[in-house]
């Protein structure tokens, strides 16, 4: 299994600032996977962050909007840049592991911008 | 590409009620099914996956198989209770690749 803490667990935020999330998890693992869930909707995957190289970013999702840093095995960030109101979500960090593989996530960090 | 195909809700159903979430998924090869759950203000939670055809997941009560000719994965429980509330996600998995998740079902149970 796989404990991951993450936070802040929610926040509230002016439109125009930055917020970095942080994500720490109880083992080492090679990928952390970052989800946007917007309010009634399922989890949209922003970027996979892999330890030593950038993170790869799905299609709608850019680094300068959403930067994310992972400087070793257990720990990654991820800063929601030049926030907006559509940013209002939820993000989550999750982990895959095991051999029969099995995602794990974080308690989620919910955004508001007002 | 792989994607999952949830039943929309939101559902609500008295407690003791018999409960069926559909889901169905397209992907190649063989992938992993699962079932994750979310409790209000918590993250997802594994509920119970199947990682072959035929198999069949099973936990707290609920149970879903994986059925390869028709695709589907459904979610079921004999008998829900109020601590059963929760939103519902189907997801599948293919080694080297990512999760898919569904759009989620929210459930409500009323006493």
């Given at each position: 299994s796989a404990v991951i803490s993450q936070k802040p667990s929610r926040d509230i935020c002016q439109r125009g600032t930055s917020l970095t999330i942080q994500c720490q998890v109880d083992s080492q693992v090679t990928m952390m996977f970052w989800y946007r869930q917007q309010p009634g909707q399922s989890l949209t995957l922003i970027a996979t962050a892999n330890q030593g190289s950038e993170a790869t970013y799905e299609s709608g999702f850019v680094i300068d909007k959403f930067p994310i840093s992972r400087p070793n095995l257990t720990f990654s960030t991820l800063t929601v840049s030049n926030m907006s109101p559509e940013d209002s979500s939820i993000y989550l960090c999750s982990v895959v592991r095991g051999t029969q593989p099995e995602a794990f996530f974080g308690q989620g960090t919910r955004l508001t911008v007002v | 590409g792989d994607s999952v195909t949830q039943m929309e809700g939101p559902v609500t159903l008295s407690e003791e009620a018999f409960l069926t979430i559909n889901c169905t998924y397209t992907a190649t090869g063989y992938p992993s099914l699962f079932w994750y759950v979310q409790y209000p203000g918590e993250g997802l939670q594994l509920l119970l996956k199947a990682t072959k055809a035929d198999d069949k997941g099973s936990n707290k009560g609920f149970e879903a198989t994986y059925?390869?000719?028709?695709?589907?994965?459904?979610?079921?429980?004999?008998?829900?209770?109020?601590?059963?509330?929760?939103?519902?996600?189907?997801?599948?998995?293919?080694?080297g690749n990512q999760f898919y998740f569904g759009t989620g079902t929210s459930l409500t149970v009323i006493p």
């Open positions: - | 059925r390869k000719e028709t695709t589907s994965f459904h979610l079921e429980k004999g008998s829900v209770q109020v601590s059963d509330s929760a939103v519902y996600f189907c997801a599948l998995f293919r080694t």
